[in-house]
């Protein structure tokens, strides 16, 4: 199981930071081998379900062998579907893996980190939040053209992303957006391996669309305690 790297970390400034903000930001949680352990594990040995929100608002799973069943006529109208509601209300479009129920060898070692009472002492201290269990783990993929629309999640205490995302440029979107109540942008993160952000459930969020000239796949492991 990787080690998470503790040491390194001022935890009172951490603290400090995401009682003001309601957000932290943290470089090099894992070694750096273990992290690449991770990416690859993510680009080749996951297998991805798609994941969207219908014409109805509902989310839908879809994994590979139902995917073999539908026609490209299906999966286009359901790939529109998914991008016209997000001109009006809460959308996604992304690949996507439960990994508090899917049995994933490869990603079982990162998986069981998260799951343990250190990480969510980890997390405890960084936030001074006690109390944490967690409550969703998944590993999740945006290709070009992937979206998450602007979101809050209200009964997560605290949510959190770990990215695994190599050789990024800024302009290939996919940023994690941060929203002001009056729309702005407060602060963006961009994808880079081995970045771990801590951010409250209430917290107004977005995942910026990926480009079509994006070079490759935004990789990231997601989580919400309650």
Avoid at 28 to 54: F, I, K, M, N, Y
Wanted: glycine share 8%; charged share 20%; hydrophobic share 40%.
């Amino acid at each position: 199981m990787p080690t998470l790297l503790t040491d390194q970390f001022d935890f009172a400034g951490y603290e400090s930071r995401f009682t003001g903000k309601g957000r932290i930001r943290l470089e090099g949680a894992l070694a750096a081998e273990d992290a690449l352990r991770v990416h690859h594990a993510l680009e080749q040995q996951t297998p991805w379900e798609l994941q969207l929100v219908s014409k109805t608002g509902k989310p839908e799973i879809l994994s590979s062998a139902e995917l073999n069943t539908l026609s490209p006529d299906i999966i286009q109208t359901k790939l529109q579907d998914a991008a016209e509601r997000a001109q009006s209300g809460l959308s996604y479009l992304r690949l996507g893996l439960d990994l508090m129920e899917a049995d994933t060898i490869a990603l079982a070692p990162l998986a069981n980190l998260i799951k343990s009472e250190a990480f969510a002492a980890f997390c405890s201290q960084l936030t001074g939040l006690s109390g944490l269990e967690l409550m969703s783990l998944s590993a999740v993929c945006y290709r070009n053209g992937d979206f998450f629309t602007q979101h809050t999640d209200q009964s997560a205490r605290l949510s959190f992303e770990w990215n695994f995302t190599q050789n990024w440029r800024s302009d290939w979107g996919g940023q994690m957006l941060f929203h002001s109540p009056s729309g702005d942008i407060e602060g963006g993160i961009m994808p880079r391996v081995n970045d771990l952000s801590l951010f409250a459930g209430d917290q107004p969020r977005s995942i910026a669309s990926v480009a079509p000239y994006a070079g490759g796949p935004r990789f990231s492991i997601t989580g919400r305690f309650g």
